[in-house]
DNA sequence: ACTCATATATAACATGTGTTATTTTACATT
DNA sequence: AATGTAAAATAACACATGTTATATATGAGT
């Protein structure tokens, strides 16, 4: 064998991942994680065989942590927690967020049309959900994603007021929820006192 | 003088506004400009300082397009006509619109909080709108600008659903609208009730 | 101690970019 | 028609980047 292996491949993903939190997914260059980890770009050739391999590698590690970030936000209301945790991931890394939205969107897609049943399956055994049809859920669900990601997109971009503090975001999202729900209750009732009639 | 003017600077505006619009802000170079025109890069460099300077002008651009496009949405109701804008704007113009968003956030916010009073104002002559106190439409109006972004980026990136048409998307902002302030009067009545009681 | 596989370093090449210096061209003024 | 000004073309420079070819260093197995 060779020499010790001195910069490996997770180091290498962890330099790219510095990078693109502080200067985007496009500031990430050979020669600037090279210099992060006081190598030459030998050993990132070693372990990559291109700059795009690289940046695949990194957008997997981008998903764990959100997956990561998914799991510690468990307060037994699984609706709200994915609104919450995808919130906090906006904030906590709000370049790389911004950056994913983007660069990403076929991955992204992917992934959430892979979640969206597991999904309406949770909300199915929501108690404040009771009673909603399936295509009632997939609609609020909807306009919940939305909304989730329009509040991501400001938090990351601080288009938001400027003394909005996270949990004026938390609250935001929070209510916004209660109103789509509510509303979607109110004309379920209507809907049955149509039908009663 | 000098020989005829053969390329204006709108002409390498509107080249650059092309670029942008399949590739992408960072998608445009001087050269290629340069070749769209069918010249060289001289012209542009007698019309632009540097590539920063056509940048600018080309997001001056932009936002007029936007707000011709608010002009054509006037149908009486301003609050639902803003929403619709923004987000035909989206769609017509997506590549750009995800670019804006991200490149040109100080741009937008300045935008955004000098027409935040008139909007304001004009909601307040809304009769859908009646009752509310300031700080309610303050409330509903930030809801509706996080739904609307979030709905134009899901737009732009081809996050929504398949067989989602812009009918839907209008459908879609629309009956978030109506969540939005059903609920807001509901607990401005609930208060209403208490203060009496 | 020697050898050799291999991790790492160094340096170069190719390409694309903004920018500028120089040259060429066209046309209004004289 | 001659001339000078300004527009446009050309070509070069400086720099950053991905990638690769070559050189060096290191440590295990003999």
């Avoid at 764990?64 to 609706?79: A, K, V, Y």
């Avoid at 509040?151 to 004026?168: I, T």
């Avoid at 935001?172 to 729900?181: G, H, M, N, R, Y």
Wanted: charged share 30%.
């Amino acid at each position: 064998m060779g020499p010790k292996v001195k910069f490996t491949r997770e180091q290498i993903i962890d330099a790219a991942f510095e990078i693109a939190q502080t200067e985007g997914i496009d500031g990430i260059t050979m020669r600037k994680i090279a210099e992060k980890m006081g190598s030459s770009v030998a050993p990132i050739y070693v372990n990559f065989k291109s700059v795009d391999k690289l940046n695949e590698a990194l957008i997997e590690k981008v998903i764990s942590i959100s997956r990561q970030l998914l799991m510690e936000e468990n307060t037994g209301n699984p609706f709200r927690d994915i609104g919450n945790a995808s919130l906090r991931f906006a904030m906590e890394y709000s370049v790389i967020f911004r950056d994913l939205v983007l660069k990403s969107g076929k991955y992204m897609r992917d992934y959430d049309e892979k979640i969206m049943p597991a999904l309406i399956e949770e909300m199915q055994k929501d108690p404040e959900l009771k009673g909603f049809t399936v295509d009632d859920l997939k609609t609020i669900l909807l306009k919940m994603r939305i909304f989730q990601l329009g509040l991501s997109m400001m938090a990351a971009n601080s288009f938001l007021p400027k003394e909005y503090s996270k949990q004026d975001m938390r609250d935001i999202l929070s209510s916004t929820a209660d109103d789509v729900i509510m509303s979607a209750k109110r004309k379920g009732f209507y809907n049955e006192e149509k039908s009663d009639s």
